[in-house]
Nanobody, 123 residues
Framework: QVQLVESGGGLVQAGGSLRLSCAAS????????IGWFRQAPGKERELIAR????????NYADSVKGRFTISRDNAKNTVYLQMNSLKPEDTAVYYC????????????????WGQGTQVTVSS
């Protein structure tokens, strides 16, 4: 079983950057795809980035494409989300989760959710 813990959130001005980390425990981490999600108040949780087990495949939602970069270091059991050019609309709680496979996009295809980390972007 994989347990995930997010960190790195905070308050940042528009145009700024943050790097989120998703630290995992469990021997199977390096063999699983990971997704980053976010949920803004009053909105549904949305998948914004995903990465395959090796780090060779990534995919992004249109809303973050070109600004966010997902990566992983399996030796450190960690997946990262580098967020640049942040906008107020990026304000949300960010979560990472394990996907059943790289092509998983539905929430039901993910488990081992972390507790989330708050990102607030001020204008």
């Amino acid at each position: 079983q994989v347990q995930l813990v997010e960190s790195g959130g905070g308050l940042v001005q528009a145009g700024g950057s943050l790097r989120l980390s998703c630290a995992a425990s469990g021997r199977t981490f390096s063999s699983v795809p990971i997704g980053w999600f976010r949920q803004a108040p009053g909105k549904e949780r949305e998948l914004i980035a995903r990465i395959n087990w090796y780090g060779s495949l990534t995919n992004y939602a249109d809303s973050v494409k070109g600004r966010f970069t997902i990566s992983r270091d399996n030796a450190k059991n960690t997946v990262y989300l580098q967020m640049n050019s942040l906008k107020p609309e990026d304000t949300a709680v960010y979560y990472c989760a394990r996907g059943s496979n790289y092509y998983s996009t539905k929430l039901d295809d993910f488990d081992s959710w972390g507790q989330g980390t708050q990102v607030t972007v001020s204008s």
